[in-house]
Every structure is written in structure tokens, then in C-alpha cells.
């Protein structure tokens, strides 16, 4: 038998279950304070990296007369109906030898002939110079970096039909030519670099394209390059990217350049042609989805969904969401938005200062379909396009909308969770509760950030969304530059409504934040 | 398969850094990009984008030792370590010459890399090969955190195919472990293409 203490799993089970509290049914097991699970069950799930039992297996444990429902309930509200016990604990419980291995290790003294190829590089003591932490060269690697340099729209000067099918484009990812060119590493043309990356797209797991482009979407196109030819716009001098550690001595906030000086009717002739522009950016994936420019009042949508999706509803939930993007209460202007809803989810990015007429690109897809690729490509949208994300002096402010959200004590683990947050840096814990509606705003946001603009800003847009056919809200991911802001609903139950809101400085690890908020959101949940 | 070119006198190998999500590869990546000279290394492409860390692949071209009179240059690559980014994977593993898996040490991301490690094995197989027949090394990361599991654990769920290959310990962000996972994966693809020892190295 291998012994389990129950307070490592007692968070598993429904407590509403038992007649006794979890911490004095424990202390009444056969075995107090330890569940006993035969160590045969456990062999094979071990060599899977698991260790999970069935309710059937542990109740008799239990004294019956703490139970007070039946064992197939217990079971149907467990997690997956079976209680996940540590593994840490299980393993120790083993002998020595349980997991020694037969087989020998591989031979590998063909090796030693062979010096190691690489030796990392000590500097000397005069050149040495303060090691920037890896997520300090992480934040300087994002793909945003890279699109200073303008991207090449090759796309605008083929005819729709030359499309090529993802089978043709995928050898791209083989072998990258740059090493096979470059005859040194230290001065690879700049030329070259940006080819490998203007391939890279081939290998997302997106939908590839087939050849065929509405008529309309072609018909624009051409218009796009007569307009370009007749306007005679200089390409923007391309931006040598350098390598992150060259990066490092120059934030990039100092590097950007100012916005150009253009006429109105270069910017009229401008947003004229961005429907085109768009579509050409987004032909990778047209198959399924079409570009179209709408107006609502004095906003401009260029709105593309899937097929699953109707046009104008797509068109409506991301003008109820566009002053959201322009909102004063936000830290910086909004550079993009990626809302999910429970009946699908859309990037929302602006292509410029919204009130001052830019467009704002809709894309929006159904529910689970992956939307890397086209965050990615809208914010080249943007940087294509040469508008800039000034903020505007005309921004949307929203009314706090009174006092109604008032402040309350930060339960002990609310303030651990606040503690456990790396991905996000330091942030402060703060507790707001609707008066009217009991809604409650768990807020993590960096310090010198006010929760309570933030926190009626999220809570508008979980109006928006109750409001919009992307269904209620599921998470809010607002893009701020290098910065970001998370809203999360979180599942509090029997009626609750509570919002996760994290962030709003720079997020150094993507991965761990998705896994912090996860687990917040879980633990909020569960109380 | 490794690429020649004749006229440049110069070998190109590919190593891909296969795992989890969040296990470490980046953090691989971007230490030798760290510590290697500029003599040595190219720019380090990173795709990450998204909130949803979304890491299409990251790209980092090293050159090393000569053999043969050949320069020998190795192309880094990661993966997305995401479920449903498999055909991305697939992609970046085209043409592979080597692998180094990097496994999370932690309790509660071993369902994870064995998955992964599967994952891995199927995607292989699609080319036509396995980990029965390619070089690979395994990495055990993040070593400095507290719920980890002991190597003999993970040596059972990771390497014991008949074939078992060389394990590294490593904490990648601090360093530790990334040069002798790096070094040893070259060497076997070197071994495997300069068949008799590598006589001709210098």
C-alpha cells in the first residue's frame, strides 16, 4: 500500500459532500490523516508521469456515516472522477530500485575523438559588462521587433490566381539559406534575414490558402498598386534589425521614429486603399475568410471573419468593443485586443489613432481556432501601413461610473496568489465589489496601476460582451506596446460573477503567464 | 540530413530542440546566443508573439569546428511546445539532424513531456525516421526548483526505449547544463557523419 496524506488531496473533493469538515473527516479515515491506495494500481499510471485513483477505490476510507450523498455523486464531481494524488509522495514511498532500467546507456565513445564544438565566451575582465537577464533578452527577441523593418507586400503585384498552395511553401522551413550565404555570421545582409522571415509564416498551423480571391478583393488589389505607382510612396528605409544583445544598450521606446508628415489626401487616398491592403496582408488565409469595410457612425471596420460567423455581427461586436481600445483609463493606447467569447473570439487592432478616423481591422474566428497568426499578421497591418499608435487627444472617457465599485479587505489568498505572479513582475492585489450586482474584480495589476479605473474598464467590457454575438466573455488580452493587460472571467459558481484582471506593465514569459493566470483563475474559482 | 556545400567548403547540421511548452527550450537557445562570440553565432530569430505564447519557432545559426576542411555550421531550432501547434513542429523538424529534448523537471509537467516525447516519436516517424535512429539527447531542466522529480524517475518515463541516450541536468536560465547538452548532440551528429572518429578535426 502506498499512504497518501489527505490534505494533499482534500482539495479535490466536493466538501458539501461530507457531514464533517474536510480537516476532521481526515483526522476519521481507517488510517487517520492518510488515504491507502494499493501500490498495484499505481505501477502502470507511473510510467505515464501520473498517479490517479477512483472514488471506489479509497471510499470505504471513509466513515459512511460523514457521506452524505452517494459514491457515484463523489465520483461524478471530482475531477475527471478520479482523485489525482502527488506523485512526489507516491515515489518516495517506492524502493530504490523501482524504476532501474535494464537497457544500457548509449554508446557514445565515437564522441570523444571529437572536441566540443562550442565554448561559451569569457569575456575579459575590461570588456566584461553586467549579463542582461534572459527575459530581458526575450523581451528584446519578440516578433514586434523585427516588424520595424517594413514588411515587403510582394502579395500586391501578383495576380490573385498565383497563390501558391502550402505544399509549394513549405520547404522554406528546411533549411534557411542565411547560414548557407552568409560566408559570416557577424554581417549577414540584412536582405537575407528579412526573406527568412517573410517565409516563416509557412509554418503556422493555420488554414493554408487555396488560389481563389473573391472578385472584389481582386478587382481592389489592382487598385491598390495603380494608387501606390500614382502616389510614388518612397519605401521607408529599411531598419537593420540587430542581434539582442546589440539591442540591449537602446531601449526601443527611443529608437522609434517620429510619425511622416502627410497630407489629408494622402491619408484619404491611404485609408481608401486599405481594405486592399488588408486583403493582400491576409491572402494566406482568404480561403476562409473575406475582408469587408464598413462603416458604424464615424468608425471604420474592416472586419474579416470566418464563415461560421456572420459578417455583421462581427461588424457589431467590434464597434461595441472600439472604445474600449481608446479609453482613458487604459495605461497606453491600445495597440491590439484579442477578445474570446463563448461563441468565438476576434483581434481587434486599430490601424492608427481611431479618433482620428483610422480603421479599425476586425478579424474574427470561431471558438478554439488558433489566432497567433492572425494577431501577428494585423499588427503587420499596422506597421505596414505606416500609421502610427500615437494616443489621441480625443480619447473615449468613460464615466467611472460613480462609487459603485467599492473597495474590500484582500483575503489571505488573494494576496498569496498576488505573490506567486512572476510572468507579470511585481504586481498589487486589490478587491473591488459591485454594490449592485455583487460583482466581484480580483485586480493584479503592476504597482503605481489604479485599480479602480481598471477595474470599471473591465467591467464594461464584460457588459460589451454580454451585449455582443461573441457570446459572454471569456478572457480579454489588451496589447500595450511591450505591455499587457488580462481580463479573465472567472468561474466563481452557484451565480457568482467575479473578473481576473493581471498586468498592465511588461510581461517578460507569455508561457508562464498563461499558466499563472490558469491557476489564479482555477484557485479564485474554487472559493 | 546534414547539407554540403562543396564550393564553400562548409556543412550545415540541424538541431532541433524538442519538448513541453515552457521546458526550457528558448531558455536553451538564448544562453548560447548569450555566451557564444560573435565569431561564432548569427542572429538569433525568435518568433513569439501573441498572448497566448505562441512561439512559432526560434532560429539560431552557430558554426563550429572544422573537420575535414569542412566548416561545420549547426542550425538551433525550437519548437512551440503547444498541443495544437503540431504542424508547425512538424515543419521545423523536416530535415533534422539531431535532437535535444528538454524535459520539465517538475512533478506536475511529467504527463507533459512524456506526451511530448511521443509527439516527438510520431512526428519523426512521418519522415521516415525515429528515435531509434536519430542522435538525441535528453535535458532534464529547471533542476533549481523544489518539486522536482529524482532523474531515476525521469529516466524511467523518458529514456528507457532500448536504445537509452546520454541525460543532462540543467537549469537553462542560469546556464547550467546548456553548453554539455549542446556539445554532446553535436558531437553525435558529428561522429554520425565523420563515421570514423573525426580524424580530420582540428
Same mark, same amino acid.
Given at each position: 500500500?502506498?499512504?497518501? $496524506?489527505? /490534505? ?13 469538515? &474536510? ?51 463523489? %465520483? ?21 530500485? =523501482? ?96 526573406? %527568412? ?15 481563389? @480571391? ?18 510614388? /510612396? ?71 471573419? #470566418? ?9 457589431? $461586436? ?73 494616443? $489621441?487627444?480625443? @480619447? ?15 483575503? #489571505? ?29 480580483? @485586480? ?35 496589447? @500595450? ?14 451565480? =457568482?460573477?467575479?473578473?481576473?484582471? =493581471? ?12 499558466? /499563472? ?11 | 540530413? #546534414? ?67 569542412? /566548416? ?43 506526451? #511530448? ?6 512526428? &519523426? ?36 526505449? =532500448? ?40
Amino acid at each position: 500500500m502506498v499512504r497518501i $496524506s489527505f /490534505e494533499r488531496i482534500a482539495g479535490q473533493l466536493p466538501a458539501d459532500a461530507f457531514r464533517l469538515p &474536510l480537516d476532521r473527516l481526515g483526522a476519521n479515515l481507517l488510517e487517520p490523516g492518510h488515504l491507502l491506495v494499493p501500490r498495484r494500481l499505481l505501477g502502470p499510471q507511473l510510467a505515464e508521469g501520473r498517479a490517479r485513483v477512483q472514488w471506489s477505490v479509497v471510499a470505504e476510507q471513509f466513515p459512511r456515516q460523514a457521506v452524505a450523498v452517494s459514491d457515484a455523486d463523489i %465520483a461524478a464531481r471530482l475531477p475527471e472522477g478520479v482523485l489525482t494524488l502527488p506523485l512526489d509522495e507516491v515515489i518516495r514511498q517506492l524502493p530504490g530500485d =523501482a524504476f532501474a532500467l535494464s537497457s544500457p546507456i548509449v554508446d557514445v565513445r565515437g564522441i570523444e575523438d571529437f572536441p566540443p564544438p562550442f565554448q561559451p565566451h569569457v569575456p575579459p575582465p575590461s570588456e566584461e559588462r553586467p549579463a542582461a537577464p534572459v527575459a530581458e533578452v526575450a523581451r528584446s527577441l519578440t516578433i514586434e521587433r523585427f516588424d520595424v523593418t517594413r514588411a515587403p507586400e510582394p502579395e500586391l503585384e501578383e495576380p490573385a490566381v498565383s497563390v501558391e498552395p502550402a505544399v509549394e511553401r513549405e520547404p522554406v522551413l528546411e533549411r534557411t539559406p542565411l547560414v548557407e550565404r552568409a560566408p559570416s555570421f557577424e554581417h549577414a545582409p540584412v536582405v537575407e534575414r528579412e526573406a %527568412a522571415l517573410e517565409r516563416e509564416p509557412a509554418a503556422e498551423p493555420e488554414p493554408e490558402p487555396e488560389p481563389v @480571391m473573391s472578385d472584389t478583393i481582386v478587382a481592389a488589389e489592382r487598385e491598390v498598386v495603380v494608387e501606390n505607382d500614382v502616389e510614388g /510612396e518612397p519605401e521607408p528605409e529599411r531598419v537593420r534589425f540587430a542581434a539582442a544583445t546589440e539591442r540591449e544598450a537602446v531601449p526601443v521606446a527611443e529608437q522609434e521614429p517620429e510619425p511622416p508628415r502627410v497630407s489629408a489626401p494622402f491619408i484619404e487616398r491611404r485609408r481608401r486603399a486599405e481594405p486592399s491592403r488588408v486583403a493582400a496582408l491576409l491572402k494566406p488565409i482568404l480561403n476562409a475568410l473575406e475582408v469587408q469595410e464598413r462603416r458604424v457612425g464615424r468608425l471604420t471596420v474592416l472586419s474579416v471573419a #470566418s464563415p461560421e460567423l456572420a459578417a455583421d455581427a462581427v461588424v457589431e $461586436s467590434a464597434a461595441m468593443l472600439a472604445p474600449l481600445l481608446d479609453d482613458r483609463r487604459l495605461p497606453a493606447p491600445a495597440s491590439q485586443a484579442t477578445v474570446r467569447g463563448a461563441q468565438g473570439a476576434i483581434v481587434l487592432t486599430p490601424l492608427g489613432v481611431l479618433a482620428e478616423s483610422a480603421p479599425l481591422l476586425a478579424v474574427a474566428v470561431a471558438p478554439g481556432a488558433p489566432l497567433a497568426y492572425l494577431e501577428r499578421v494585423a499588427l503587420r497591418a499596422v506597421e505596414a501601413g505606416a500609421l502610427n499608435g500615437r494616443r $489621441s487627444n480625443s @480619447m473615449n472617457g468613460y464615466g467611472d461610473g460613480g462609487d459603485d465599485l467599492r473597495d474590500t479587505t484582500v483575503p #489571505s489568498h488573494v494576496r498569496t496568489l498576488g505573490e506567486s505572479f512572476r510572468a507579470f513582475g511585481k504586481v498589487v492585489p486589490t478587491v473591488l465589489q459591485d454594490r449592485s450586482s455583487s460583482l466581484i474584480c480580483y @485586480m493584479f495589476l503592476a504597482p503605481g496601476l489604479a485599480a479602480r479605473p481598471l477595474a470599471h474598464y473591465a467591467r464594461a467590457l464584460r457588459e460589451a460582451m454580454r451585449g455582443s454575438a461573441l457570446g459572454p466573455l471569456e478572457s480579454f488580452i489588451l496589447r @500595450m506596446g511591450e505591455d499587457r493587460l488580462v481580463v479573465r472571467e472567472v468561474d466563481a459558481g452557484r451565480g =457568482a460573477a467575479a473578473l481576473l484582471v =493581471a498586468g498592465g506593465g511588461p510581461v517578460d514569459r507569455l508561457g508562464l503567464a498563461r499558466l /499563472e493566470l490558469e491557476r489564479a483563475v482555477t484557485r479564485l474559482g474554487a472559493r | 540530413m #546534414s547539407i554540403i556545400n562543396h564550393a564553400e567548403k562548409v556543412i550545415n547540421f540541424k538541431v532541433v530542440y524538442y519538448g513541453p511548452g515552457v521546458a526550457g527550450k528558448t531558455a536553451n537557445l538564448q544562453y548560447v546566443h548569450k555566451s557564444l562570440p560573435h565569431t561564432n553565432k548569427g542572429n538569433m530569430v525568435s518568433l513569439a508573439t501573441g498572448d497566448d505564447r505562441t512561439i512559432f519557432f526560434d532560429f539560431l545559426p552557430v558554426s563550429a569546428l572544422a573537420v575535414r576542411g569542412f /566548416e561545420t555550421r549547426f542550425q538551433l531550432y525550437t519548437v512551440p511546445g503547444q498541443v495544437h501547434y503540431d504542424m508547425t513542429r512538424r515543419l521545423v523538424l523536416r530535415g533534422v539532424d539531431a535532437v535535444v529534448f528538454v524535459a520539465d523537471s517538475q512533478y506536475e509537467r511529467l504527463p507533459e513531456n512524456v506526451e #511530448s516525447l511521443k509527439n516527438l516519436d510520431e512526428n &519523426l516517424q512521418r519522415y521516415q525516421s525515429s528515435l531509434d535512429e536519430i542522435p538525441y539527447v535528453i535535458q532534464y531542466n529547471k533542476r533549481d526548483l523544489l518539486n522536482i522529480a529524482p532523474i531515476d524517475y525521469l529516466e524511467y518515463l523518458l529514456n528507457r526505449r =532500448a536504445r537509452r541516450v546520454p541525460f543532462f541536468e540543467a537549469v537553462a536560465v542560469e546556464g547550467k547544463g546548456v553548453f554539455d547538452t549542446l556539445n554532446t548532440v553535436s558531437r553525435m551528429v558529428l561522429a554520425g557523419e565523420f563515421g570514423d572518429g573525426g580524424k580530420g578535426a582540428r
